[in-house]
């Protein structure tokens, strides 16, 4: 398999089974609302460097990176805004990052299919311990596999052909 398809499939696995997505655009949301609230309540504020919505929006970039910020807001609304954003936003950032890490490498271990796998190997190495009521459960799920994997060669094939 080429490095592209892995990488693709890799990047997939991302953004369908990771909050990646969702929380970006959270993110993206709550950034332009709080923006928009710092800009509605540092407006006409005496000494105040935020004085567009362009501003806001950057001010609210530059406290999220914690790269330190100049231009502070100067009006008491303004600085809790502020400050709630970049608690949230920081907290809601990283916690993206950790999410993100922590579902891409957990989903192996959540998908049912290795639990069935482990479980009928269990079982086949401990068929001398089993009762005949749990033999025949058994005979009857792997019965009712084959029959499925039958099912989805047959639709398989049936794909193929067209």
């Given amino acids: 398999m080429s490095r592209k ?6 990047i997939d696995d991302v953004i369908i089974h990771t909050p ?9 949301v709550l950034w332009v609302v709080f923006s928009a609230g710092l800009y509605v309540t540092e ?3 005496d000494g105040s460097a935020i004085s567009s919505y ?4 950057y001010w609210g970039i530059a406290a999220l990176s914690t790269a330190g910020i100049a231009d502070a807001p100067v009006s008491g ?8 954003w970049i608690v949230l936003g920081s907290v809601l950032f ?6 993100t890490v922590t579902a891409y490498f957990m989903r192996p271990l959540q998908r049912p299919v290795n639990q069935i796998v482990e479980t009928i190997e269990y079982n086949l190495e401990q068929l001398d311990d089993l009762s005949i009521d749990e033999l025949d459960l058994l005979k009857d799920t792997t019965d009712a596999l084959i029959v499925h ?9 049936k794909s193929d052909k067209r």
Avoid: C, P, Y
């Avoid at 398809?5 to 890799?10: G, T, V």
């Avoid at 362009?54 to 929006?57: D, I, K, S």
């Avoid at 990283?94 to 999410?99: M, N």
């Fill in 5 to 10: 398809i892995r990488f693709r499939r890799f």
């Fill in 20 to 28: 990646l997505v969702r929380m970006i655009v959270l993110l993206i």
């Fill in 43 to 45: 407006r006409g504020a």
């Fill in 54 to 57: 362009g501003n806001a929006l």
């Fill in 77 to 84: 609304v303004s600085q809790i805004i502020g400050g709630v």
């Fill in 94 to 99: 990283f916690g993206t990052i950790v999410a």
């Fill in 149 to 157: 994997m039958e099912h989805l060669k047959e639709a398989q094939g």
